[in-house]
């Protein structure tokens, strides 16, 4: 291709975007209904069929059934992509009943001009864990914004090999999604504004790296302007690490700037003003975070460590103290009297603010349906409950679909000029969304609930470490990151329809074991706060020896959380044992801390099976105490740490170097 096509190439790339998304909100597919059948659809074996009546509302829809776990067939319907654009999957589930399996895949793969496979998409359920009153899920998935040499793809439903049951399925969408050039630039200092620690910029982008380059303008200590370049570079982000010593004092604006390799032609740029200040909070906030995304609270470090809770009363306060809370995240309205109870017991509070958002269906149905609105009743919030000390976080999105990120990033944002003392907090259970958000919360809080579950089995409690690193993955270290760990019972969720046709021989309470394992997962795999799911489930649906024994073991667990607190508080040091961590087997998470002239390792079995392996250390070590747990020894040279833990085992363990 001569210079001036592959000019033109890097030129062109958005404004063939352009053209593409002339097609916005249509749906490309055809007959996604199934209304004729599996016209246009890739007919699959006999385990499919489109039935009367099977459908979502009583319409035609799509069925597999399969008694033989050794067969796997899927139908397909196949679309021609334009480059520039990115597409959104939509469609609708619904598990009669899997005796096998880990429930269905909803997926789009495409290949290239030389029909050579690229990369695929795969859909999770959306809105509040996915569960519709009549037993329907809704799925999503959005693809990357498609290059040149992206030609062909495929919309597709599975279920995995060994699976046998009944699902349904039904209104398949595939359509063309707006994308820009940049989507968002941030960074990692809370509120912009940091005195000490390494600034971390990123800018989400649809690019191609092969075309497109990125830098980033900031203002250096001596006064001077520099361009860095990205320490990660990729189709969708850029980021930028600069310590923040390295910064001119106060104010700045740093600007990203996306560029045609050949040329040099500005794309697309973007700013964000970043502010390094003499101390970490000149504003003397009562939260912040520091650079190692640790809760400072009216100038301490602070671990939070709670439940999520509906309205409670006093009763409910005195059990919840039975476990050594400092934290709560409460569900619908909250008022003084509520706080002052809350204070009373030495607990801090997240209010619940979603049903004010607008377009989260909370806020629809009460009549908010614009940011003005939510605008009017966070003012009346804050107006309300804006001097209380017992309130430190609003709570904006609970696992909302993406296309709620820059609703609630708005609100986010807001809430930020309005209330300057408080923090913002989500939980996604989608590891994959998390950079999607990153505008739209000051902390994500990360769940994962594995035991038992309408699809199937789920027990596989490495799922949590497998979803907390994606997670912090899509993160980039941007923002703090918690963890929620499972203390329900799955049957307790299901509406009347559903629960018939439950998996119930694999729906119970995790046992006490399972939910250590899942919370020192969780720490292991760096989360600085941990609010278990929930009080109120077990408050509301086990009584009497039922309830102090579910109860009493989630205090139990945070327990021995709470023992290990300062500890969970000091300085994170796991890059430096990084390399003699590499031969660590793949489920066996560990995180290592410095605190008062010792060194603390924690070390995590994620599975149901034994494991056995060896941490080598820089430098010879000497002491080895165990503070909890069992399993962790040291070598006889000291050159290393030999691990052997059982089924779910964990150890917390200290030692000299």
Excluded at 51 to 64: H, P, Q, R, S
Excluded at 629 to 654: E, N, Q, R, T, W
Aim: charged fraction near 25%.
């Amino acid at each position: 291709m001569s210079h001036f096509s592959s000019r033109m190439r890097s030129l062109m790339f958005f404004a063939l975007s352009a053209e593409a998304l002339s097609a916005i909100g249509d749906n490309m597919l055809k007959n996604g209904d199934f209304e004729k059948g599996f016209d246009s659809w890739r007919k699959p074996g006999s385990m499919w069929r489109v039935e009367d009546g099977a459908g979502y509302g009583g319409t035609k829809g799509l069925v597999w059934e399969n008694m033989d776990c050794k067969k796997r067939e899927y139908p397909a319907q196949y679309v021609k992509l334009e480059p520039g654009c990115a597409y959104r999957l939509t469609a609708l589930v619904k598990v009669d009943e899997l005796q096998k399996g880990v429930g269905p895949s909803i997926g789009f793969e495409w290949f290239d001009v030389n029909r050579k496979w690229v990369a695929g998409t795969y859909a999770h359920p959306v809105d509040d864990n996915g569960i519709l009153k009549d037993g329907w899920v809704r799925y999503e998935a959005t693809t990357r914004m498609m290059k040149e040499s992206d030609a062909r793809g495929g919309v597709l439903c599975m279920l995995r090999a060994g699976a046998t049951g009944k699902v349904r399925f039904d209104d398949f969408t595939f359509e063309c999604v707006p994308v820009k050039p940049i989507e968002f630039l941030c960074t990692s200092a809370y509120r912009d504004s940091a005195a000490d620690g390494t600034l971390r910029i990123l800018a989400s982008i649809n690019a191609d790296t092969n075309l497109h380059m990125a830098a980033l303008s900031v203002r250096m200590a001596s006064g001077a302007e520099q361009t860095l370049s990205p320490v990660s570079f990729s189709d969708d982000v850029a980021v930028f690490t600069v310590p923040v010593t390295d910064l001119a004092m106060g104010k700045q604006k740093l600007k990203f700037v996306l560029a045609a390799r050949d040329g040099g032609k500005v794309i697309a740029d973007k700013e964000v003003e970043f502010a390094r200040t003499v101390e970490g909070n000149p504003e003397k906030r009562r939260i912040s975070f520091d650079s190692q995304c640790r809760m400072i609270l009216d100038g301490k470090r602070f671990f939070p460590l709670g439940h999520y809770t509906g309205y409670m009363s006093p009763d409910d306060i005195k059990q919840y103290k039975r476990g050594p809370y400092n934290f709560a995240v409460q569900y619908g309205g909250i008022d003084e009297r509520q706080l002052d109870a809350w204070q009373k017991a030495g607990v801090f509070v997240a209010a619940d603010v979603r049903g004010y958002i607008y377009g989260y269906r909370y806020a629809t149905k009460r009549g908010w349906k614009t940011f003005e609105d939510t605008k009017t009743q966070l003012r009346d919030r804050y107006k309300t409950l804006g001097h209380h000390p017992a309130l430190i976080m609003w709570y904006l999105n609970d696992e909302a679909p993406v296309s709620m990120a820059s609703n609630t990033a708005q609100v986010h944002e807001y809430l930020h000029s309005l209330d300057p003392e408080r923090a913002t907090l989500t939980c996604l259970c989608h590891p994959e969304t998390a950079r999607d958000f990153l505008p739209s919360y000051d902390v994500l809080a990360h769940d994962c609930y594995p035991i038992g579950n309408h699809a199937g089995p789920r027990s596989e409690l490495e799922r949590i470490t497998r979803q907390m690193r994606v997670t912090a993955d899509n993160m980039r270290l941007m923002r703090p990151l918690w963890f929620i760990p499972q203390t329900f019972d799955w049957k307790w969720c299901y509406s009347k329809e559903v629960w018939p046709k439950c998996d119930k021989k694999n729906l119970r309470m995790p046992t006490r074991q399972e939910m250590a394992n899942m919370t020192w997962q969780g720490i292991a795999c760096g989360a600085n706060g941990i609010i278990s799911y929930s009080y109120s489930t077990i408050r509301k649906n086990t009584k009497g020896d039922e309830f102090e024994k579910a109860w009493g073991d989630t205090c139990d667990v945070a327990h021995e959380v709470k023992k290990m607190e300062d500890v969970l508080l000091s300085d994170d040091v796991t890059e430096e044992f990084a390399e003699g961590c590499k031969a660590l087997p793949k489920y066996l998470p560990v995180r290592f801390y410095r605190h008062e002239g010792r060194i603390w390792m924690l070390a995590v079995n994620a599975t149901r099976e034994a494991m056995r392996s060896k941490i080598d250390m820089p430098l010879q070590c000497r002491n080895l105490a165990t503070a909890l747990g069992g399993g962790a020894s040291l070598a006889p040279d000291g050159k290393s740490i030999v691990l052997d833990l059982p089924p779910m085992g964990y150890a917390f363990v200290s030692f000299m170097r």
